[in-house]
């Protein structure tokens, strides 16, 4: 079992930051991708940010590539999302997600792809 907790959310205006965080803790090892989503209200939960965790590759929803940032460090089990330039379209619940160990995916960007979620963390941007 993997339990997330995340943390770092607000309230911010339009153009401020935001560096949301999410520890991990129970069965970390053998853990692939690991991933940030949000979800407004009356919309579909959507990948923002994915990394794979041995080479640090990453994958950008394109709404968010060069203004968000995903990090890891393994040493600690946490996972970073560094958020600049935000917009009142950012303004969702942001959740973090782990797959099950050992689990591979070439589509981390899918609410599918993986199996463990946190409680998530408010993100509000004013205009």
């Known amino acids: 079992q993997l339990q997330l907790v995340e943390s770092g959310g607000g309230s911010v205006q339009a153009g401020g930051s935001l560096r949301l965080s999410c520890a991990a803790s129970?069965?970390?090892?053998?853990?692939?991708?690991m991933g940030w989503f949000r979800q407004a209200p009356g919309k579909e939960r959507e990948g923002v940010a994915v990394i794979w965790t041995s080479g640090y590759s990453t994958y950008y929803h394109a709404s968010v590539k060069d203004r968000f940032t995903i990090s890891q460090d393994n040493g600690k089990n946490m996972v970073y999302l560094q958020m600049n330039n935000l917009k009142p379209e950012d303004t969702a619940m942001y959740y973090c997600?782990?797959?099950?160990?050992?689990?591979?995916?070439?589509?981390?960007?899918?609410?599918?792809?993986?199996?463990?979620w946190g409680q998530g963390t408010q993100v509000t941007v004013s205009s």
């Open positions: 129970g069965y970390t090892d053998n853990i692939n991708y």
């Open positions: 997600a782990a797959p099950a160990a050992g689990r591979t995916s070439y589509f981390a960007l899918r609410p599918t792809e993986f199996d463990y």
